[in-house]
């Protein structure tokens, strides 16, 4: 009779169905399997920050692009009401959307709830159209992003996000009755031409090392929209999907949250040695040009992952300018000064040692794109 978070993963499609429709037929929510970001009440449940509480209500089939969310609108001084998730593979054709089909109708009976924002990484389109169908049912303003689905024509109370950067831009100006107002484009032509004046002849593929799944999947949408074919272990395209995830082929970019990285170690927002041994072995290629990763702070995750990274990254980049050339580093950290490690001080322990750090996720994978084509032109 209680609604139920399942934070394991490994468990069967077969069984993730089974329990859902019993939740359902219970009137109950069932958030996972394999769910690891949800704030109830403004209780963080596993993974979460510490962000305010506001008026923003959110379902997600995502846990670090949840994070994010929450923490881009927390950085626009918004807040949240509630942010359901609902496991990775909650809006496959198999499982429906049960669980966001479900936390969707609760967000719209929560008084605390003025604008709801569903997040779903790549959907089943059948499942995505019955969601938006639900959605446009409400009487609530929405903000949707679905990652790699067309977006849709925006309304006065309706908002389709390109990225989970604009998606938070748009749920706050909605929240706060403003109209929204697209970011001007970035200016860093000086940045770009700074980090890439001593490249060797010769680099020119990008690293992307990620811990959160999303935010990988955001990163590869970013530069395949720009013509560059990313080779990745959670590829949507099956010819994209690397053979062997442990190893990168030209342009890359790794989800090393995904299960053939996790089994019997912790995840590694826990354990940042998985993403330290990955760093140094992409780093026997010569030909690599940019490293591209995301830190994720907050509650259950590792006390100072960008203290445990420097010494790594520091080789790194002493291993480029050893083989006579260089190697720039792009970052963003998902958090806030409220997180018990603190984004303001992991932030200058990355910049200590050269690393590029962004305020979004999007942002630095936009950076490192203009990094990469102007290595390899």
């Not at 140094?280 to 940019?290: F, G, I, N, S």
Request: glycine letters at 10%; charged letters at 25%.
């Amino acid at each position: 009779g209680l609604h139920v978070m399942l934070f394991s993963d490994h468990v069967s499609l077969e069984e993730e169905i089974e329990l859902k429709q019993l939740a359902v037929g219970k009137g109950l929510l069932m958030m996972g399997p394999d769910c690891g970001t949800a704030l109830i009440n403004g209780k963080p449940l596993c993974f979460a920050n510490a962000v305010r509480r506001g008026n923003i209500g959110i379902v997600a089939a995502s846990g670090s692009g949840l994070q994010e969310l929450t923490c881009l609108i927390h950085h626009a001084g918004a807040g949240v009401s509630q942010a359901i998730g609902t496991g990775g593979r909650d809006l496959r054709k198999e499982v429906g959307g049960l669980t966001m089909l479900a936390g969707l109708e609760a967000l719209g009976l929560d008084p605390s709830t003025e604008v709801i924002v569903l997040l779903s990484k790549p959907p089943d389109p059948g499942v995505a159209g019955k969601v938006l169908a639900k959605l446009r049912r409400t009487a609530k303003p929405f903000v949707v992003h679905f990652i790699g689905l067309k977006t849709l024509p925006s309304s006065e109370r309706s908002r389709f996000a390109g990225d989970l950067e604009e998606a938070a831009a748009m749920a706050v100006a909605l929240s706060k009755n403003k109209r929204y107002r697209a970011f001007p484009s970035p200016q860093w032509d000086h940045i770009v031409k700074q980090e890439t004046r001593s490249l060797a002849r010769g680099q020119r593929y990008l690293r992307g090392l990620y811990t959160g799944g999303t935010l990988a999947d955001e990163a590869i949408m970013i530069f395949e929209r720009e013509r560059f074919h990313i080779h990745s272990n959670i590829h949507p395209d099956p010819a994209r999907v690397l053979r062997d995830p442990h190893r990168s082929l030209e342009h890359t970019i790794v989800d090393l949250g995904d299960d053939p990285f996790t089994v019997g170690r912790p995840h590694p927002m826990i354990d940042a040695d998985i993403r330290a041994e990955r760093t140094l072995k992409e780093m026997e290629d010569p030909e690599v040009a940019c490293l591209l990763f995301d830190v994720v702070l907050g509650y259950g995750a590792h006390e100072d992952p960008c203290g445990s990274l420097i010494n790594v990254l520091g080789q790194a980049k002493s291993k480029a300018k050893k083989r006579g050339g260089y190697l720039p580093i792009v970052a963003s950290i998902t958090g806030t000064n409220g997180d018990g490690q603190n984004r303001e001080q992991q932030r200058k322990k990355l910049e200590s040692i050269g690393c590029l750090v962004m305020p979004s996720n999007a942002q630095a994978a936009r950076l490192a794109l203009q990094i990469i084509r102007k290595a390899a032109p």
